[in-house]
């Protein structure tokens, strides 16, 4: 049996390049594959490989003081669904041109986290003065979302500098705003960022889309699907996920997407039966 992995957390990591050389080397031994990336303020992956494979793999980042506190996220899915092992150091844990402020407990000044069904108690307390607030690419929330979620207009995450400045947020600036991504780490950094410019009540929630699946699935607040970054493209949480998307060609729901042009991941929403047939869809 084979999985996917997926798992971040932020803490200060003294030798990036040390850690890059001892992941390569476990990550090998194990067989796994799938992209880690190492800053100095944190560590962040996603594997897949075999089920006793990645549980070792666990074991082992579980005895490493830096490490010990990571939550993983599991899912359906194999090594073969990434191309490769990569492992890389980067100067950021997530490209942004802004990081928050590290120590060993974790991201300073962030958003307060919620479990998923805190989710649900806020919302049931504050009604409409609670806004979902996707902190993802546009092209990810075509096919799966928190219901009346801000949406923003940016195709990768370091647009969110300047998109956060813009007056059409500033009537959300009060309320309380829930920032979701996929697994937790683009959240935990925009939700930081958001303090920063002028929002005053900011949650995250903890674990992502993913850890909120595993509790609702498809009973609660999201709709649709999770893209994934791999070749699974996306993922469902039970047989009652929905397609939310409508394709470009023939207009029916689907959340099946295609590469338009060769810029990486500038994503068109075509059925797999009009993909099939190669008809083209509006540029």
């Known amino acids: 049996m084979e999985k996917i992995i997926l798992y971040y957390i932020f803490v200060p990591i003294a030798?990036?390049?040390?850690?890059?050389?001892w992941q390569k080397a476990l990550c090998e031994k194990l067989g796994l594959k799938g992209r880690i990336l190492i800053s100095g303020k944190g560590i962040n992956g996603t594997l897949g490989g075999n089920?006793?494979?990645?549980?070792?793999?666990?074991?082992?980042?579980?005895?490493?003081p830096l490490f010990s506190k990571i939550v993983y996220k599991w899912s359906d899915g194999k090594a073969d669904d990434?191309?490769?092992?990569?492992?890389?150091?980067?100067?950021?844990?997530?490209t942004l041109g802004w990081e928050p402020n590290v120590t060993t407990d974790g991201v300073i000044g962030g958003g307060k986290h919620l479990k998923p069904e805190q989710v649900h108690?806020?919302?049931?307390?504050?009604?409409?003065?609670?806004?979902f607030f996707d902190g993802r690419n546009k092209y990810e929330a075509q096919i799966g979302k928190f219901k009346?979620?801000?949406?923003?207009?940016?195709?990768?995450f370091k647009e969110y500098i300047a998109e956060l400045d813009k007056p059409e947020y500033d009537e959300i600036k009060k309320?309380?705003?829930?920032?979701?991504?996929?697994?937790?780490?683009?959240?935990?950094?925009?939700s930081a960022l958001m303090i920063e410019k002028g929002f005053e009540d900011v949650y995250q929630i903890d674990g992502g889309i993913v850890k909120y699946g595993e509790k609702f699935a498809d009973e609660?607040?999201?709709?649709?699907k999770l893209f994934v970054f791999d070749k699974r493209m996306k993922l469902a949480f039970s047989d009652k996920s929905k397609d939310i998307a409508v394709c470009e060609v023939c207009g029916i729901n689907t959340s099946h997407q295609v590469n338009s042009t060769n810029i990486r991941r500038r994503l068109h929403i075509v059925c797999e039966n009009c993909t099939s047939k190669n008809l083209?869809?509006?540029e």
């Not at 030798?15 to 050389?21: G, W, Y």
């Not at 092992?85 to 950021?92: A, F, R, W, Y």
């Open 15 to 21: 030798d990036p390049t040390t850690v890059m050389f």
């Open 51 to 64: 089920l006793k494979s990645l549980k070792a793999y666990r074991k082992i980042m579980n005895e490493h």
């Open 82 to 94: 990434f191309p490769k092992l990569s492992i890389k150091v980067k100067s950021e844990t997530v």
């Open 121 to 131: 108690e806020l919302v049931k307390d504050f009604g409409d003065d609670v806004v």
């Open 148 to 156: 009346n979620a801000v949406v923003p207009d940016v195709n990768s």
């Open 175 to 190: 309320k309380k705003v829930v920032t979701y991504c996929t697994g937790g780490i683009r959240c935990e950094t925009l």
């Open 220 to 224: 609660g607040y999201w709709e649709g």
């Open 280 to 282: 083209v869809f509006a």
